[in-house]
């Protein structure tokens, strides 16, 4: 007899059974006006699955549901009874992540490979326990939360899931009843859409119930491991960081602006000093010994007196460790060492999160910075030889004719920049890089603007840069350090930032900013390796990243990788791109840092991200790990503390592992490059192929919910780049990704896998792809990942499209390459089943399909009357146009939710 694999066990007895049960309880709870949907519900569901196996489409499953309803239901009846099916459907979804949540350390396995405990276990077991202290020198992970538009969950919700968490894994079923009673009380949708601060104070709810305890802890349990006595916090630098792109991230939000960037940092700020005089309080509670608890008081008083901007207190979290210091001698000296563990996590807090909490970037799109500093130089060169008043007006310049000689050699340089800047958008890019670094090197180059006298944006991006020395001063410069630059493809880019920061009040040779180039397009990244090449050879570049200790950090998309190249291009490209680039890098003596902008699901570099990070090598640099973590995957995957520290610890292990135990033989051989290499190419020309057809825009902007992203009140920026009309361009990889996730198609997570792997199984390469499937983790993954979104793929719920007039031949063409590349995945793995070889999230997945499935019937059904109401407007009650539209909203926030990575 097969013994059940025991996560699944586990999975089916305290997710599945469970959520029948609660589920049961949920839908007989007396809500108003719903007693009797909670019975209409599952019956829904069942014609639901019945009749699109049945090759029925959406539109006849809903009108064949209500002519077998006693009575005759009207359009308003109707309506209101489809409204109460999505307001049960994604309460439902709220219960089985609250379960799943409430089970994770028993479906997870979170002591096993990956774990800190079994890393550790390995350690001491082959006796590195050295080495590894040698390789956390310099080692750390950072996780940059962002705010696009991929959370639902209001904070309001988020409360009701951690208390049900609790609850259910207590088994107290009244307060389970209580809470599953308010949870159908309570608006699952903000009323408008939030500002960039709300969004920021959403995530901070992260930071401070999750991370703030976690994050210290799992640094405490590192560095106690590295001797057999409690190891001196004060010797070890965090390994963990966090960083934090609400309020920074400028990039297509024209939301986000410079005073958005400082209060975000004063709440952070404020938010890391109130959990710090809490945690005073409590160890004023313990360390109660004379000697202790006097200077224990006064570092308690100056954290009030930080908190109120007073001026006696902190102005540095430095300080406060200095405070702390004396303090933990006192109590291992004289004490001991009793309750020194408590304030021995005390300042691995500080040391963590200091006075910022979560450090900051900002981003902005370059072609933004091109056009600003061609406006700022163009206002500036219309003050050059109007007289000293006018040109300190529009820029302050050193004025010579005192007599002093260096002053006047500065004067004489700074009218010869004036004299030049008017000619600089008739530059080569070589002569506008060769103009820059004079301008790096001026003494004294600062733009002064009064209002009106540029661009608002444009003065924006010089009151942003500006903004970064407050906050650096007020928050230490760990609160925001880093430029990031969207679109970049040339080694100008990253001047012109450097150029602005001078103009915005940096001082030459003082700018304290790591300028990150982020290499999206399938063409960037092909160029990547040859812009930092150039740029690394610049002097006044190479003179700025000797003052940033030798460090570059670059960013690299997969999310805009994924949408412009498809899944297997995308991913292989950012692999060969990192390759090419730690080369480049160690050539030049730099040490370069990867930061990855992952998103959610595997088609924006999401799924089983940490495999990726196991399966690098020594051929690409990861001394660091950083990558974004967006939407509602913050929620799922660090949404508890067990799940924060389960995550956490998979990210910090996997670059140690293969530098502590590294594989006899690379991950990947040349002759495996070689397959690779055929592979991507085979697999982007039929990506391409398909984007060109000349029904994908039309299919996207008509057949799916793109064009409702927008009406979703989740996040501040727009869903796409304002044209008059929809181009490919201008679509944002997160509506696209996630309109295609709504129709449960998800293109982006396999299209081109299929003829790919066809191409070269019809040349003999079979045998191959099976060895590399089982010899390569970074293949492995990059299958799995492919077998994720086959997974969540659903194609009975638009199987109606077969029999389109207009899109049939488009829909077929979807379904071939699904089916073909469902077929070869299980072909080349061995597989009966996709996932196999992970039973338990296989089953949740099944599980969240069947939940949402009614839901993703009325949004079809939705969208279909939309359109026919706007044909025929006269046959449709009034308002019909604009009932169906709130419809397809409402459905679309629980399916996000539901499919847990799935934008």
């Not at 630059?485 to 450097?498: G, W």
């Not at 046959?875 to 409402?890: Q, S």
Request: charged content about 25%; proline content about 5%.
């Amino acid at each position: 007899m097969t013994r059940m694999d025991p996560r699944l066990q586990a999975f089916n007895e305290l997710v599945a059974m469970k959520y029948q049960l609660y589920n049961g309880l949920f839908l007989g709870l007396p809500f108003e006006d719903l007693a009797d949907t909670g019975v209409q519900l599952p019956l829904f569901a069942n014609a639901c699955r019945e009749k699109l196996q049945a090759g029925k489409s959406p539109a006849e499953i809903v009108d064949q549901f209500f002519k077998e309803r006693p009575g005759k239901i009207g359009f308003e009846a109707r309506m209101k009874i489809l409204f109460k099916f999505l307001q049960l459907v994604e309460r439902q979804v709220v219960l089985f992540d609250a379960l799943e949540d409430a089970a994770f350390s028993k479906v997870n396995d979170v002591e096993g490979p990956g774990s800190l405990n079994h890393f550790l276990a390995r350690v001491q077991d082959q006796r590195k326990r050295e080495i590894l202290e040698e390789e956390l020198a310099d080692y750390r992970i950072r996780i940059v939360l962002t705010a696009h538009p991929t959370q639902f969950y209001p904070d309001s919700i988020l409360g009701i899931i951690t208390d049900l968490n609790e609850a259910i894994g207590s088994d107290k079923l009244p307060v389970i009843n209580d809470l599953l009673l308010q949870m159908g009380k309570t608006r699952f949708q903000n009323r408008q859409r939030p500002t960039p601060l709300e969004e920021a104070r959403s995530l901070i709810w992260y930071l401070e119930h999750i991370f703030y305890c976690t994050l210290p802890a799992i640094s405490d349990r590192l560095v106690s491991a590295l001797a057999e006595e409690r190891q001196d916090p004060f010797l070890h630098r965090p390994k963990v960081e966090l960083g934090f792109w609400p309020g920074g991230d400028r990039d297509g939000n024209p939301y986000v602006t410079s005073e958005t960037t400082v209060k975000v940092a004063q709440a952070l700020k404020a938010s890391i000093l109130k959990l710090y005089l809490q945690d005073a309080e409590k160890l004023l509670g313990r360390l109660t010994f004379d000697g202790v608890i006097q200077p224990l008081q006064a570092i308690r008083d100056r954290l009030e007196e930080t908190l109120a901007l007073g001026p006696n207190g902190y102005a540095a979290p430095d300080d406060l460790l200095r405070d702390l210091k004396p303090l933990r001698k006192e109590i291992t000296d004289n004490h001991q060492g009793l309750f020194v563990e408590r304030l021995d996590g005390f300042i691995y807090k500080v040391q963590t999160f200091g006075f910022h909490f979560a450090a900051l970037d900002l981003r902005q799109d370059s072609r933004v910075h091109a056009a600003a500093l061609e406006e700022i130089l163009a206002r500036m060169a219309e003050g050059a030889g109007q007289g000293p008043a006018k040109a300190q007006r529009k820029g302050s310049w050193p004025r010579g004719g005192d007599g002093n000689t260096e002053a006047n050699g500065a004067a004489k340089e700074a009218a010869e920049l004036r004299a030049d800047m008017k000619g600089y958008p008739g530059l080569s890019p070589e002569g506008k890089i060769a103009f820059l670094e004079r301008c790096l090197r001026a003494p004294e180059i600062k733009a002064e603007f009064g209002p009106g006298e540029i661009d608002p944006l444009a003065q924006d991006t010089l009151a942003s840069l500006a903004a970064v020395r407050a906050i650096q001063k007020s928050n230490g410069e760990r609160g925001l350090s880093r430029y990031i630059l969207s679109q970049s493809n040339s080694a100008l880019n990253v001047m012109e930032a450097m150029v602005l920061a001078r103009l915005a009040g940096w001082k030459a040779g003082q700018i304290n900013l790591d300028i990150v180039p982020l290499f999206e397009t399938i063409d960037d990244l092909k160029h990547a390796e040859s812009i930092m090449r150039k740029l690394y050879a610049l002097p006044a570049y190479a003179e700025h990243l000797a003052r940033r200790g030798k460090s570059q950090t670059i960013m690299l998309g997969f999310s805009d990788g994924t949408k412009d190249g498809g899944y297997i291009t995308a991913n292989w490209s950012i692999h060969k791109a990192k390759r090419d680039l730690t080369r480049v890098s160690r050539e030049a003596g730099v040490r370069v840092v990867f930061f990855d902008g992952r998103g959610g699901p595997p088609a924006r570099g999401g799924g089983n991200t940490h495999k990726f990070y196991r399966s690098l090598g020594a051929d690409i640099e990861h001394g660091e790990i950083q990558l974004t973590i967006q939407g509602q995957t913050i929620s799922s995957n660090f949404g508890t503390p067990e799940a924060a520290r389960f995550n956490v610890e998979q990210l910090l292990t996997a670059g140690l592992e293969d530098k502590l135990f590294p594989p006899e033989s690379p991950d990947l051989a040349p002759e495996d490059i070689r397959l690779l290499d055929r592979l991507s190419e085979h697999s982007l020309d039929a990506y391409l192929r398909f984007r060109q057809d000349p029904l994908f825009l039309p299919y996207l902007e008509e057949m799916t919910p793109l064009s409702y992203y927008n009406m979703l009140n989740i996040a501040s920026r727009p869903t796409r780049r304002k044209s008059a009309s929809l181009r490919f361009e201008d679509l944002r990889a997160i509506p696209f990704v996630g309109a295609w996730s709504q129709m449960k198609q998800n293109i982006p997570g396999f299209y081109g896998v299929g003829v790919g792997i066809s191409k070269l199984i019809g040349k003999g390469g079979k045998r191959r792809l099976e060895e590399l499937y089982r010899s390569s983790l970074f293949f492995r993954t990059l299958v799995e990942n492919a077998m994720m979104s086959l997974s969540k793929s659903y194609f009975p719920l638009t199987r109606y499209l077969e029999r389109d007039r207009k899109y049939s031949r488009f829909w077929k063409r979807i379904f071939k390459e699904a089916t073909e590349a469902k077929g070869l995945l299980k072909e080349i793995t061995g597989q009966l089943k996709l996932m196999e070889n992970n039973l338990a999230v296989r089953e949740s997945i099944h599980l969240r399909e069947r939940i949402i499935l009614p839901l993703l019937v009325i949004q079809q059904y939705a969208m279909g009357m939309v359109k026919a109401a706007q044909k025929n407007p006269e046959t449709y009650p009034k308002g019909a146009v604009e009932a169906y539209g709130k419809m397809v909203v409402k459905s679309m926030a629980a399916n996000i939710n539901a499919a847990r990575n799935s934008a």
